[in-house]
């Protein structure tokens, strides 16, 4: 008996000498994730050519059907039902496999890029928040890496205000988003390749944004906050939390004119700041009162500026727009570029109709 009890744990030792190379091995196996961020309300990703076309920024202008993208809380000052679409253009460019790591939002070329339906307080959308694909071998012709990762969201929106308070209004965004990442990387070893790694998985996830507004005669103030709550699951690896974000802005809208001014942060030790002006003129066309929807005939021309720090032109981003407005039907486009470069511009179109 007294040998069997000592026979008892160095069998244990025995055995968990045995399976812990194995548990090792296994461990190494596992492919980390090659995504480095998941900042999704960027500026330079505004769904709208009308607030990419006054500084990339809008949170006080009502008037934009996608205006719950940016600060849901103008939700409760739209008084049509409209269904929207913008697409994006970019010019053709070779983007390398660490680019796209560190820009996991970006989506490249001619694209869909975003479609609302509003009705009154409430909006629904859906936007492909990313769309990356990326296949390339080294200089040296040794390794391959191979990246495609997509991420969709669908969002409701709703804003609303209190009759004792008409001057404040609150909207929130709820959002639920799904995606999947393929990666696989590997290198020639005799002309056979070798795999360093895979990964074929999905996620889902949810979160929230949280926009104020308040109005006091022609000037509207607002803050909006965005993925204040969120998580992401993948099936294989640890949930995430996307980037939370915030931005403060006030808008002046006079007759014809309109100036905006707002800036946008992380919420994060490292805030990366982006400072936004904006103006706008409208050009009555028609001898109607063009504030009515079903009269209304007009142009509206757009500039704007955002930056960091607005040291030089290469710091700084100019966006022009413009949009022309008929009766319940609108096209808008804008155009966003650094420093001044054309060559290097992406371009907003939009489409909207009344329903």
């Given at each position: 008996?007294?040998?069997?009890?000592?026979?008892?744990?160095?069998?244990?030792?025995?055995?968990?000498?045995?399976?812990?190379?194995?548990?090792?091995?296994?461990?190494?196996?596992?492919?980390?994730?090659?995504?480095?961020?998941?900042?999704?309300?960027?500026?330079?990703?505004?769904v709208s050519p009308i607030a990419m076309g006054t500084g990339a920024l809008n949170i006080t202008n009502a008037e934009d059907p996608f205006c719950a993208y940016s600060n849901p809380a103008l939700m409760a000052?739209?008084?049509l039902s409209s269904l929207s679409l913008s697409f994006c253009l970019t010019n053709q460019e070779d983007i390398d496999f660490y680019t796209a790591l560190s820009l996991s939002n970006t989506l490249k070329d001619k694209q869909f890029k975003y479609f609302v339906l509003n009705t009154g307080a409430v909006s629904f959308s859906y936007q492909p928040v990313s769309a990356v694909h990326i296949s390339q071998f080294s200089n040296d012709g040794l390794n391959s890496e191979y990246y495609d990762y997509k991420m969709d969201k669908v969002q409701f929106s709703w804003g609303g205000r209190d009759d004792n308070y008409p001057k404040f209004a609150a909207g929130i965004n709820l959002k639920y988003l799904s995606g999947r990442?393929?990666?696989?990387?590997?290198?020639?070893?005799?002309?056979?390749?070798?795999?360093?790694?895979?990964?074929?998985?999905?996620?889902?996830?949810?979160s929230g944004d949280l926009g104020l507004s308040y109005k006091m005669g022609n000037i509207v103030y607002a803050?909006?906050?965005?993925?204040?709550?969120?998580?992401?699951?993948?099936?294989?690896?640890?949930?995430?939390?996307?980037?939370?974000?915030?931005?403060?802005?006030?808008?002046?809208?006079?007759?014809?004119?309109?100036y905006y001014a707002g800036l946008q942060s992380k919420i994060s030790q490292e805030p990366e700041t982006t400072f936004h002006f904006g103006y706008a003129y409208t050009f009555n066309l028609g001898k109607n009162n063009y504030s009515t929807a079903q009269n209304r005939n007009s142009v509206d021309l757009r500039v704007g500026v955002?930056?960091?720090?607005?040291?030089?032109?290469?710091?700084?981003?100019?966006?022009?727009?413009?949009?022309?407005?008929y009766k319940n039907f609108r096209f808008d486009f804008s155009l966003n570029n650094t420093g001044m470069k054309l060559s290097d511009s992406e371009y907003l179109f939009s489409l909207s109709a009344g329903i």
């Open positions: 008996m007294l040998k069997e009890k000592i026979l008892m744990p160095k069998l244990l030792i025995y055995t968990i000498l045995l399976i812990s190379p194995a548990w090792l091995l296994l461990a190494q196996q596992v492919t980390p994730l090659p995504i480095t961020s998941y900042d999704y309300t960027l500026p330079a990703n505004n000052d739209n008084k990442l393929v990666y696989l990387k590997e290198h020639i070893v005799d002309n056979s390749l070798i795999r360093d790694g895979f990964i074929d998985d999905k996620a889902k996830g949810v803050a909006s906050f965005y993925d204040l709550l969120s998580m992401l699951w993948w099936e294989n690896y640890d949930p995430v939390t996307l980037k939370r974000r915030a931005a403060l802005g006030l808008g002046w809208e006079g007759t014809n004119s309109h955002y930056s960091h720090d607005f040291y030089g032109t290469d710091n700084i981003n100019f966006t022009l727009g413009g949009g022309y407005y």
